[in-house]
Structures are given as C-alpha cells and as structure tokens.
C-alpha cells in the first residue's frame, strides 16, 4: 500500500505543506470542472517551477494529424486532441516590486491546498516570506459554477503581514497556449479578435481545420478589506495576452482582494456574433452577485448533486473519502445535458488518451449516470452513438466491410476512429460490444422501451452486421472463428479467438435478432421505415443465428475453464506475484516484446464477460474463472480493480473485494500508477462506484426488479447508497447486523438475498 500523501477527511482533499515534486500531481487532484468546462488547479500567480497549465472546453477539439513510423492502410488520418484553451485565470503580483513566485521567494512559511467537495470550492493558502522586510499571507478561493456553466470566479486575498509596499496587480487572458501532446508543434488556435477594456477583456479564438469559436472573457476588480471598491483598473495587451492592471499600497497588517469572473462562452451554444453582449451579460450579472451569492447557489447545486449520489460509508475514511473523490470527479466531467458531449478518460483534468470517447463510457460509465441521474442523461450517452452511427459505417468502410456493418472508433470525437496503434485501432473491436450491452443494460435499469424502436435498432443491426462479416467459418474447428483481434488485455496483441469478443458476438447477434422480432411485432410501422432504410433483407437473421450457433470458444483441455484466446495455455503460467516488486508496473520496465510473451494480464478480460453475463454463468463457474485468471493479472489497467472487486464480493472474498476497492477508489488519490502527472482517471472512476453499488451493495437487475445482496466489508459500520431506479428513488442502508431499505415508491418491488421486502 502506498504512503498517503494527501490527508485523510470524509469530505475533503487536504494538502498541508509545498513539495515541488508534487505540483504538477496536486494540479490534477485539484482540478476543477462543471460539464462545460474545466481546469487544472494551476497557480493563480506565476509559477516558475514545473507545471502543466491546462484549461479544457466540453467538445471542442482539434484533428491533430497522425504521426507514425509505418503508416498502414485504414490508419485514421489524425488523433483528436481535447485543446489547452486560454487561460483565463492568471493573476501575476509584484510586492515591493518582487513577483509573488513559490518556486522563487525566500521561505514558504505555511501552505495548504483544500478541495471541499461538498459544496464545490477549491481553497489556497500560503504565508511567505518575500524580502528580509516583506511577508505576505495569500487566501485564495475559486470554483466553476454548476448553475452558470459558463462561468468561474475567484476570490484572491492579499494580506501584508510584515512591512508596508506597493501592490501590483495584473490580471489577464493569455492565448499563448499550446498542447504539451501536440503530434507536430502546430498552433492549434487563429485568433480572431479581442476586446481590452476595464470593463472585460475578450478574447476571440477558433481553432484550425475544425473551425469551433470560443470567447476567452475575464473581468477583474479590486475592493479593500471594507469590501469598498477601489476603482477601475488600466489596460494592457502584448500579442495574445491581455490584462487589467491596478496598483494599491499597502500597509502592515492591511488586506485587499482581487476579485475575478470569467470563463469560456463556447461557440457550439451561443451566438458567435454575441460573444461580447454574452460575455458583458455573464459578468454584470456575477459583478451585481458578488462572489458569496455566486458561492450559495454553486452549492445548492453541489447540494442537489448529493443527495442522490452520495454513498456514505461508516468507520472508514479513508475509504469514504476516496468513493466521493470518485464521485465528485464524475459530476464535475459530465452532467448529461448535451447529446453531444460524452466523458473522456482525463475528462478536464489533462490531455493523454486525447480526452476523447471511449468504450469505458459504455461499459463503465453509463451504470452511474443511470443510477444517480433520471434516464435522459443516460439516453443522451446513447444517443451519442446513435447519432455518430454513419460515422461508424464509414469506419468499417475504411476496413474494407460493407452493406451497413459499423465498426465504433476505439477513440473518438465525432464518430471518426482516432486511434492510431495498429493493434488496438484495427483489432480492439470488442468495443462494438460493449456499445450493444450497453443499450441492453440502459432499458434494463431504466425501463426505457423507447429508445431501442427509436434509435438502438439502427445501431444493433450496424453492429450485428459487422461481426456477420468480421467472422469467418474453421474447417479445421467446424466452427465460426474470430481472428487477429485485441481483447481487453491489451498485454496480447494479434490473437486469434479471444473468448470474450467471441461471446460478445454470439450476444449482440442474439439480443439484435429478439429485438427485430419485437419490433416486427409490436411498432409495424416503424419497422418498415426501417427496413428501407437500412435496405433490410430477413435472410440476414437466418445468417446470424447460424453464427451464433456455431461460434468457436476455445477451452482448457483438462478444466471447466474457457481460454482468453488461442494458444493462451502455450505460455507459462506463473502468478504476477512471481514478478520483482522493482519491476512493476511492468508496462513502464519491461520491452514490449517481452510483454507480450509474457502469461500477464493487464486488465479483466475473460473475467469482463463474465462480470457483463453473469446471470448466465453459475457462481461455481465464476469461482473457477476468477481463481484462473486473477493471479496472472497485474491490474495495470485503471479499470482492471474495479471488476475485480465485484466478482470477488459476489464470490464473498471480502478481504480481497476491500483490496481492490481500495485499489480502484485510491488509485489517484494514492497515485498507484505513478501517473498522477498527466490527470486523473476519470472513466475507472466510474467502476469505483460500481464496485461499492454492484460489489459490497449486491446490486443486480433480475427480471425487470432490484435484487440486493449486500456484503459489508470487515473495516466498514455501515454503508448506504441511493439509486434511481426507473424514477423510484431507493435508499439502502446496511450494517452487519441490519438491512434497511427505503423506497419513494410503495408500489416498487425490491428483493433482498432473495426475499421480497414490504
């Protein structure tokens, strides 16, 4: 177990003390975000030491072009990167003419950083001593509002504690950003036009080559420690950085604060001829405010958030700490308002992966927002795919498939792939059914009928269609084989007969053909707009049932166990326990050669079917599966701990279910990966709350009903969680000792370890 670095508070992320070696990672802890946008939590002042500046918009990005050594036919020909927009909250000072600079001052006397994640407010605080005759104290406040999603504001407060001297104040909007993952130093950014006025500074960007328009806007004011204005502020403007800037004296003991608004007013909503009449909206509303008021109705939002996704964990903080961290972040990334957003790996925290779309939506992320959410925020993560679904054709396209089969990107941003390793962008297609299980999964929980006849069945049948031709039939097998794919463990690379795409595709086809009939039978009319439209031939169910029959898996010889893939059992099979602690995580020691030769697996694979289908699996062949496969898995896949968990509390391995919820839920708290640098990971995320909920809760859909089974682990009191379930609320509270279960809906049917509850 790694050593905590950040305290321990049910509510809270504390930092106490400056480390320099641990900038950067704070600045992902820290990070703040609404659904619109985002930050990482750099320094308001300049900064000299190493950092990683990064301010993020929701859906706006640019196709950076693909940068590879062998370019291979179907390779998409650029990697969409989430863009470092303009910065929008700096806050330079000079004291007695020295810059306000914690790399470069004489002493740091205090510093402390706090994340509230209760009511959505990130604090600083340091005391430094700037000269022999100058210290300061610094008490900073700042937060992205979740009811005004265009805005943010800080609260700066100066304090002189020792010494009398001038003030100067320079706040500004810098457009001299760029990406630190940019593939070949391109500006990203043309700047169009910019206001400088001490009323607001503006300044309008659009990116190259995808032409979104973004309003950069800030307004600054300065009151002393009476809350009485000092005036306006002058004006500046070198290239793209424009400021407001004011100069104040003061005396030892005496106090100002710098008051702040601003943000990004996003071209895909707001009219680009208004950004100026938006943006002097947006800040005289804030200005007439005041930053307590904007505070208040933060939290209320805050509040409202919480109360229906809150998990509250009795006797131990660090774990309770850790699930609303989790939770927290989810919230901040994605609110479920816009269709045409979706939630990154990184979401607002960082630039890795690209901040794109990931299967991890799907397969992660859609059971919390369906659960904490009412169902549109969870339709809107559906009908993000279904809207992307002629993209996706043309994907498979790119692939030499044909006739409708669609092939969802590994990684995207509007439907296009964006991947470019060979190994996952051409052969990772389990993504296809991760996509299907989830519309399955969705009018599961929701009881949504709607949207399968509206939208799915376009999608499942783009699907089907593609596994239909992905598939070719063994004389040697007799049987319907899949060749040359990547399945979850991306530790293998080009095998063929991967068990659980294999068994994915046997489902997808399956569950497509009962949907057909279905609304053959009960939406007639619809079906035949959809026959013509996707030029539908029934012949073509007669050829998925015979896939579906035929399908190869490949097993042990000697046990009940079915393979990962062909040739699996050619390696030696030794447990990752066997591997030097010197050498983990092995992705980061060892060739990738050696990787690959290796019996290691780098997140569930086998085992990820078996968490997606295990009503079709009894609990003895989970057993056997589990104890297979987990030891030779490494888990160093942020969405690795989180199946695990919840296999291992179904199989009631308690000890080893809290080992892995620790693993899941602390893994950026903790910074298991050494990785924190670069951002949080925002989809595993997701899998935390489903290991607490789905894990330790027990919580299944059997028959259209709740189940729960709940196992509390050793080191807990108590546990409680809400779920929505089809818009009746569910309050479960258990010790080892009590159950309880609350619902807004009398009429509602909930069983418990098998028993219907009143």
Sequence with gaps: MKKVYYEIDPWKIIEDGFDKSKVRASESIFSLGNGSMGQRANFEEQYSGKTYQGSYIAGVYYPDKTRVGWWKNGYPEYFAKVLNAPNWIGINIRIAGIPLDLNK????????????????????????????????????????????????AIKYQITMIKGDADIEIDSYVDGNIKNYDSNWEDPFWDFKSKIVSPELLLLHSQTLKT?????????????????????????????????????????????????????????????????????????????????????????????????????????????????RFNIFQLNQTYTGHDARLNVGPKGFTGEKYG????????????????????????????????????????????????????????????????????????????????????????????????????????VLIGIARFWAQRVNYSEFQKAFVILGVTGPNEYENNINNNWYTNYLCQWCLRFTIEQIFKIKKQHIQKWEVIKVKLNWLDIEVDRWKEIADNIYFPKHPNQDIYLQQ??????????????????????????????????????????????????????????????????LTVHESSLSPCIHSILAARLGKKDQAYDFYLQTS???????????????????????????????????????????DPKLPNAWKTLSFKINFRGTIINVKFSKQKITVEKSNKESIVYCKGKLLN
Excluded at 569 to 598: F, M, Y
């Design 211 to 323: 032409k979104f328009d973004v309003a950069t806007y800030a307004q600054t004011q300065l009151f002393d420690k009476n809350g009485v204005s000092k005036g306006n502020f002058t004006t500046s403007e070198q290239n793209q950085i424009i400021s407001q800037n004011k100069k104040h004296y003061l005396t030892e003991g005496d106090s100002c604060s710098v008051l702040k608004f601003g943000g990004y007013i996003n071209g895909m909503n707001y009219d680009v001829n208004n950004f100026e009449s938006t943006a002097f909206s947006l800040v005289l509303n804030a200005s007439s405010k005041g930053f307590n008021k904007l505070a208040e109705e933060h939290n209320s939002s805050w509040n409202k958030i919480w109360e229906q996704s809150d998990i509250k964990i009795e006797g131990d903080d660090k774990a309770q700490q850790a699930i």
């Design 566 to 631: 062909d040739g699996f059992l050619d390696k030696k099979l030794i447990p990752a326990t066997s591997i030097n602690k010197n050498e983990r995580p092995i992705n980061q020691h060892w060739s990738w050669d050696r990787i690959l030769r290796s019996p290691f697996i780098k997140q569930a694979d086998v085992l990820q079917g078996f968490y997606f289908f295990e009503n079709q699996f009894n609990k003895a062949t989970l057993e056997r599966h589990f104890n297979f496969y987990e030891p």
């Design 355 to 458: 901040g794109s779309t990931y299967w991890d939506t799907e397969a992660y992320c859609l059971p919390f927002y369906m659960a904490t959410k009412n169902h549109k925020v969870a339709r809107n993560l559906l009908k993000y795919r279904y809207n992307q679904l002629d993209k996706a054709i043309e994907n498979a396209i790119k692939l030499g498939f044909t006739d409708g089969a669609a092939l969802y990107p590994m990684v995207t941003m509007n439907g296009e792939e964006c991947h470019n390793e060979w190994e996952i962008t051409f052969e990772e297609i389990h993504r296809n059914g991760a996509i299907a299980f989830a519309i399955f999964n969705y009018e599961r929980f929701t009881g949504d009928t709607s949207y399968i006849p509206e939208m799915g069945i376009e």
């Design 105 to 152: 001052c004489v002493e740091i006397l205090k510093f402390r950083r706090e994340l509230n994640m209760k009511t959505g407010i990130y604090k600083r605080s340091f005391e430094i001593q700037l000269s022999a005759n100058i210290r300061v104290a610094i008490d900073v406040k700042r937060f992205l509002s979740m009811k005004e999603s265009s805005l943010g």
């Design 666 to 708: 602390r893994l950026d708290l903790d910074d298991y990966n050494n990785e924190l640098e670069e951002g949080l990971h925002i989809t595993s995320m997701a899998g935390t709350w489903m290991s607490i909920v789905e894990g330790f809760g027990g919580l299944r859909i059997i028959d259209n009903q709740v189940h729960i």
